[in-house]
């Protein structure tokens, strides 16, 4: 429900609560405002078998027709900051049909949306695990965001093209790593997990096999490869989410904390490369640097207030961005 207090127009929002007929009527939205379609398995999959996470879908709708005019999605998983628990909030689906826009006043709809959406959010949460909020809308949507006081702007999401490293160049490292693909995110070793989340710096998602699972080998409308990868003769030093189309992207990488080197990631794309036939993959690189470019995509802090310090930045990865 909104916030109480609000001023009154010829609209209503309410949670949505995974009845058929609303799922139908915000994949079509979907569809009329980003001009792509997603579908009802994507949508079902997306908030309603999220795990062990707080899920909200606010829609608006109209007084008088009662058709779906907008709406806001908000997936709040488990997370960790500094070693403390933190709800990492991904804003997602914010759209308002084109006939419901109106100017940046208090009865604007994408901020009434917001603000329902916001308010949810902290009266679901407790007092002893904090927000995170993010999203990553395109340039447009997120200065307007910025304008109305939503969003930080946190920068662009940056790339960069991976491709075969001759081993002159990885000297000292003299042992190639080897890479096997897996079918299950059970067949990730704990320590391997335990590993790959010490010393993140930001706050981060909680990356267990139920959330891997989830996001990764149940989703409806992509197809992921899950890998372990290490050095040959080692134990596995790393787990990565590879997606072939339309174009082959590292999608998710968790390195064990020794091996987040420039050196390591080569020998693992190696590995890949050798592996799986292709020879150039993308992937985001976690600092900045000349042979990045930047995505259409920009990250944004959300919910904080206008003149707060500058939030601290998760390392994201592209699987943060997949699941619009």
Request: with cysteine; charged share 15%; glycine share 8%.
């Amino acid at each position: 429900m909104e916030h109480p207090g609000m001023t009154a127009v010829p609209y209503s929002i309410r949670p949505i609560c995974g009845d058929p007929a609303e799922t139908a009527a915000a994949v079509q939205l979907f569809r009329t405002v980003f001009g792509h379609a997603t579908t009802t398995d994507q949508w079902h999959w997306k908030y309603q078998l999220a795990p062990g996470g707080i899920v909200l879908s606010h829609a608006a709708y109209d007084a008088v027709t009662g058709a779906m005019v907008g709406h806001v999605g908000a997936l709040a998983l488990p997370g960790l900051h500094q070693g403390q628990a933190v709800h990492m909030v991904q804003f997602t689906d914010v759209m308002v049909h084109p006939q419901a826009r109106s100017d940046m006043g208090a009865n604007n709809l994408y901020r009434r949306l917001m603000d329902s959406t916001l308010h949810a959010m902290h009266s679901r949460g407790t007092t002893a695990c904090q927000f995170y909020a993010y999203g990553f809308p395109g340039k447009a949507p997120a200065h307007l965001g910025a304008r109305m006081g939503f969003y930080k702007l946190l920068g662009y999401c940056q790339q960069q093209s991976h491709g075969h490293t001759p081993r002159r160049q990885l000297w000292p490292t003299l042992v190639p790593w080897d890479i096997v693909r897996i079918s299950d995110a059970s067949q990730i070793p704990p320590d391997l997990l335990r590993r790959a989340q010490q010393d993140i710096p930001g706050p981060h998602l909680i990356k267990d096999p139920g959330y891997i699972h989830w996001r990764y080998l149940a989703c409806p409308d992509r197809a992921y490869q899950l890998w372990l990868a290490g050095p040959r003769w080692g134990r596995a030093e790393a787990w990565l989410v590879t997606r072939d189309t339309p174009s082959p992207h590292l999608i998710d990488l968790q390195l064990a904390a020794p091996h987040r080197t420039e050196k390591a990631m080569s020998c693992l794309v190696n590995a890949l490369v050798r592996r799986s036939g292709i020879p150039q993959w993308t992937a985001w690189p976690t600092t900045p640097g000349p042979t990045h470019s930047a995505t259409s995509l920009m990250a944004v802090a959300i919910g904080l207030p206008r003149h707060s310090e500058a939030p601290p930045v998760p390392a994201f990865q592209p699987g943060d961005t997949d699941v619009y």
